[in-house]
């Protein structure tokens, strides 16, 4: 049984880094397009960033400069690193994942969601 566990959320000031991991059990991470995202509060969830079974990686433009994707092959986890944290990030972030590669940051293209981790970004 495929399942996917997010796990390094917390509470950190403006200005902190932090690192999101999700790992995969049950198949292997290459054989999925994957993507990190993010629920504020009363917004529709959005993805952030994704990169598929290669590993091209994407992060949509707004957040190119603090918010990188990777993923550790032989962990077979994905990493979602986030840098100068505002409290605009403040969010539950998921992953996903699927089998087949639809539109990267379109929640509707993922079969496999993690349970999120809940970052918060306040002083």
């Known amino acids: 049984q495929k399942q996917l566990v997010e796990s390094g959320g917390g509470s950190v000031p403006p200005g902190g880094s932090l690192r999101l991991s999700c790992l995969v059990s049950g198949d292997t991470l290459t054989n999925y397009c994957m993507a990190w995202f993010r629920q504020a509060p009363g917004k529709e969830r959005e993805g952030v960033a994704g990169?598929?079974?290669?590993?091209?990686?994407r992060v949509i433009e707004s957040l190119k400069a603090r918010f990188a994707i990777s993923r550790d092959n032989a962990k077979n986890t994905l990493y979602l690193q986030i840098y100068s944290l505002t409290p605009e990030d403040t969010a539950m972030y998921y992953c996903?994942?699927?089998?087949?590669?639809?539109?990267?940051?379109?929640?509707?293209?993922?079969?496999?969601w993690g349970q999120g981790t809940q970052v918060t970004v306040s002083s």
């Open positions: 990169i598929n079974g290669v590993g091209t990686a």
């Open positions: 996903a994942a699927d089998t087949t590669c639809d539109i990267w940051n379109w929640s509707g293209g993922y079969h496999y």
